[in-house]
């Protein structure tokens, strides 16, 4: 991260695997010792929209929807991605708070 706390990156969109939606997992180092752990997904529509496309439209098995994952939205740290508009569709952003005590 920066100095803000700020981090950036690119990745491949996730594919997902049977019972759960796509998601990212994340460690979220506190410090030497304390990791906040959590996941976070993406908007539903962002979901429909890749995974209507090559290669995902072609698998026999279908992806569970946000809505329809068992651990979705269980966690207090869990969160969506907010669909950022502009060049790239798929691009998105997350904040996240962490409180020191």
């Not at 539903?44 to 072609?58: E, F, I, K, R």
């Not at 098995?61 to 809505?67: G, I, L, R, Y």
């Amino acid at each position: 991260t920066d100095v803000d706390g700020r981090v950036s990156f690119d990745s491949v969109f996730p594919g997902w695997y049977p019972g759960r939606t796509a998601h990212v997992h994340l460690k979220i180092h506190l410090d030497q010792v304390n990791v906040a752990t959590s996941q976070f997904y993406f908007p539903q529509p962002v979901n429909d929209a890749v995974y209507a496309g090559s290669p995902y439209a072609d698998r026999t098995t279908q992806p569970v929807s946000n809505a329809g994952d068992a651990i979705f939205g269980s966690v207090d740290t869990d969160a969506v991605m907010t669909h950022v508009t502009g060049d790239d569709p798929l691009a998105a952003s997350l904040v996240i708070g962490v409180l020191r005590q």
